[in-house]
């Protein structure tokens, strides 16, 4: 699960239709999507979002959304 | 003369370009949809008009602010496209680029970034993108305005290419159902079919209510459960029409993709990625923010701005106030008229004018916040802390632009997806305490607090807040209850502040208050001036027995158990709902006093420091101004939710004035 890397570690999205169909479409927008490799650039604490990279771009997802994203570690 | 709409992701430098196109003053900012209204501009050629849009990823709207853009499409006359996309981020844009393709109209592309997307080791060829796309594409730098003027002449000129149409085959299934609705609309819709039938199947709710106008709600239902149901006949996938009109498209963007870039490894970490780990850091992340936010209130009101403040207030009482009076003498005027002129206008014009350093100070900051990309990262930051009383981390943003102004950022509530949220977000932002609030603090607390002047300052923003948090929390716990809350925010890659950009977003803020003092507070001078100088049994009679000071003292009463009980404290609050620094003119006119310092001096005896506390509580949450009030309605549409926006904040103003206050008395402080 995306919401189990570490700060650092990098993974590639396998499976994303767990997530919200809103994050979803947004992730999308971005250009992320199944297949895509992303990087876990950092975590906020208590809980808070996560901030992954991917193609060069940032973006910052809430944490239980990461965790219903599957990725393979890389 | 042509209607040129400027289209683009969002962080693409589309405001950046629009400013260099139309070379007029215009809001420059670098968080997620900065451009929350749609804005116009003239080209330099003088002729043709430039629009901006807001930015958008896809013309399938999520939020309220693309549901702006799919309208314009859908309803707005406009000869052209300009479309902005941003080279280092290629792909993602040019799945808006070919809907805009799809839908027809002649179509010119800036590609801007090239810079970035060098620095990541993308190289593009222009003409070979030109060719695969059959559009010109033309390199700018938006931020510099590098290439600017080739671009405009190129969108303006005769020869502007329409583009290929049919980029993308999207299989048998869509193609046909893109026929079987153009038999349907049978000629009587003017908007491209294609482009109406791939918006409509890939979910597009916007063009589905523009359709029903033309064709049965039931047949439309119908056509798109067939078309999705032998793409599934036909093809065997599962997927749905969304989701397979993405991947089509995919699939033609990785060919021109692969025709046109490629692509060199560099490893070299970007100087944003190593900038992101120290500010959203975290353990550093918040008090990181927190003590940029302190940094900057002590600019604002001490390091900087009160000695100019100081300044100007000494120079308008003095020689400005010289000036016009021997100019009066001179001209013979009557004593009626130099009291008009001298103790209603230039005391009350002049009491807010005097603020203008502070406030431009403050606006700087906002600007440099928006500009440099650091916005974004505080929303972020903010996200867990907002999520706890049930809004989401962009809420953040619009109270943050309240700081300086309450109107923008009711509006900038816009790029909040959800509507819950956003509903929450225009009732809460009127908390944040606003610029045009901050003349009232800093003359009270210039008069009794000014060991501290910044920190209590600090503590009334703070207040704002935290007030505002807590009631996010009560109301999404009582009147708007349900909805789940979600967040995904692009967080664009720093930049540099330009000088230029920097100057023009925080002047295009600032002048609305220099404005205001010209016209509103200019005529609310002369009003309460005039209210001050008749009474009941005349003209020119002593001030206690003026209409004002009658009208005041009705409501008098009420705020005497907050420790504020005077006639005089009453008036400025009325007037302060037309504008809240007309609390300002107005005791300036009540006090007739020639200058700030004397006003204070003044106010020592008619408040405690414990009264002027609570004084600056109440300002700070009692109402949202008119020009606020007027926005939340437009915002909103709901007379229900402006009343109760109004009604929440006088309560809670007065509530927490009285706890402070008596609760103040009860611990012996007066």
């Not at chain 1, 950092?42 to 990461?66: D, H, Y």
């Not at chain 2, 594409?137 to 305005?145: E, F, I």
């Not at chain 2, 929390?473 to 979600?486: C, D, N, P, R, Y």
């Not at chain 2, 205001?516 to 200019?522: C, L, N, P, Q």
């Amino acid at each position: 699960m995306l919401g189990k890397l570490k700060a650092g570690e990098k993974g590639r999205i396998m499976n994303i239709s767990g997530a919200d169909k809103f994050v979803r479409r947004r992730l999308l927008d971005l250009g992320i999507a199944e297949g895509s490799e992303v990087c876990v650039k950092c975590i906020l604490p208590f809980g808070g979002p996560v901030m992954i990279e991917s193609c060069g771009q940032c973006i910052g997802i809430r944490r239980k959304e990461a965790l219903r994203i599957e990725v393979e570690r890389a | 003369m042509m209607n040129i709409a400027l289209i683009g992701n969002p962080n693409t430098g589309k405001t950046s370009l629009f400013n260099n196109l139309t070379g007029s003053y215009e809001y420059v900012g670098n968080w997620s949809g900065v451009t929350v209204e749609k804005k116009v501009g003239v080209f330099k050629n003088g002729e043709d008009q430039l629009i901006d849009l807001p930015g958008v990823y896809t013309l399938n709207p999520l939020s309220k602010d693309e549901g702006v853009v799919t309208n314009f499409f859908l309803n707005e006359p406009f000869e052209k496209l300009l479309n902005i996309l941003d080279a280092s981020q290629l792909r993602r844009n040019l799945h808006l680029t070919l809907q805009l393709m799809e839908y027809g109209a002649p179509v010119i592309i800036g590609l801007n970034m090239l810079d970035v997307a060098k620095n990541r080791g993308i190289q593009i060829d222009i003409g070979k993108l030109s060719e695969a796309l059959g559009v010109t594409v033309a390199p700018v730098v938006a931020r510099s305005g590098k290439g600017c003027d080739e671009l405009a002449e190129l969108v303006t000129g005769d020869f502007v290419g329409m583009g290929k149409t049919n980029l993308v085959y999207y299989g048998k299934a869509i193609e046909d159902g893109i026929l079987r609705l153009a038999n349907m609309l049978d000629g009587r819709v003017k908007l491209p079919i294609r482009w109406l039938a791939l918006q409509l199947f890939e979910g597009n709710s916007y063009v589905k209510d523009y359709l029903v106008k033309y064709v049965a709600i039931e047949e439309i239902e119908s056509l798109i459960l067939s078309v999705a149901d032998s793409h599934f006949q036909l093809s065997g996938d599962k997927q749905t029409l969304e989701q397979v009109i993405y991947r089509k498209r995919s699939e033609t963007i990785d060919k021109i993709v692969a025709a046109s870039a490629s692509r060199k490894d560099n490893k070299k970490v970007p100087l944003t990625e190593k900038v992101d780990m120290i500010v959203t850091n975290k353990f550093l992340g918040i008090p990181i923010f927190l003590l940029m936010m302190y940094f900057m209130f002590m600019l604002t009101f001490d390091w900087l701005g009160f000695p100019l403040s100081d300044a100007l207030d000494a120079f308008l009482s003095g020689p400005v106030t010289a000036g016009i009076t021997a100019a009066l003498a001179a001209a013979g005027s009557s004593q009626f008229i130099n009291d008009l002129i001298l103790d209603g206008i230039i005391a009350g014009v002049g009491g807010v004018l005097v603020f203008v350093p502070q406030i431009f100070i403050l606006f700087f900051f906002i600007s440099l916040l928006e500009d440099s990309g650091y916005m974004a990262r505080v929303a972020l930051v903010m996200d867990r802390l907002m999520e706890a009383v049930g809004l989401n981390g962009k809420a953040f943003i619009p109270m943050m632009i309240g700081f300086g102004c309450n109107v923008p950022g009711i509006m900038a509530a816009r790029t909040i997806e959800t509507p819950k949220e956003r509903l929450m977000t225009i009732l809460l932002t009127p908390l944040m305490s606003c610029s045009a609030r901050l003349p009232v603090y800093a003359l009270f607390v210039g008069a009794f607090f000014i060991q501290h002047k910044a920190l209590v300052v600090l503590s009334l923003y703070v207040l704002g807040v935290v007030v505002a948090l807590i009631l996010a929390k009560v109301f999404s716990k009582t009147l708007l209850k349900g909805e789940t809350s979600l967040f995904v925010i692009e967080l664009p890659p720093y930049r540099m502040p330009q000088a230029r950009a920097l100057w023009r977003s925080t002047w295009d803020k600032g002048k609305g208050f220099v404005k205001k003092a010209g016209t509103f507070i200019f005529a609310g001078s002369v009003l309460i001036w005039l209210l001050a100088y008749a009474g009941p049994e005349g003209a020119n009679i002593s001030m206690d027995d003026s209409y004002l000071a009658a009208l005041g003292g009705i409501f008098a009463p009420l705020f005497a158990p907050i420790g504020f009980g005077t006639w005089q404290a009453s008036a400025s609050l009325f007037t302060g709902f037309l504008a809240k620094e007309s609390i300002i003119s107005t005791m300036n006119i009540i006090y007739y006093v020639p200058d700030e310092a004397s006003l204070q001096g003044l106010m020592a005896v008619h408040y405690t420091p414990l009264a002027a506390y609570s004084f600056m509580v109440f300002i700070l949450l009692y109402i949202p101004c008119l020009a606020t009030t007027a926005t939340i309605y437009k915002e909103t549409g709901s007379k229900r939710w402006t009343a109760f926006s109004i009604g929440y904040a006088l309560l809670i103003a007065y509530l927490l004035s009285l706890a402070i206050y008596q609760g103040g008395k009860l611990f012996g402080l007066s």
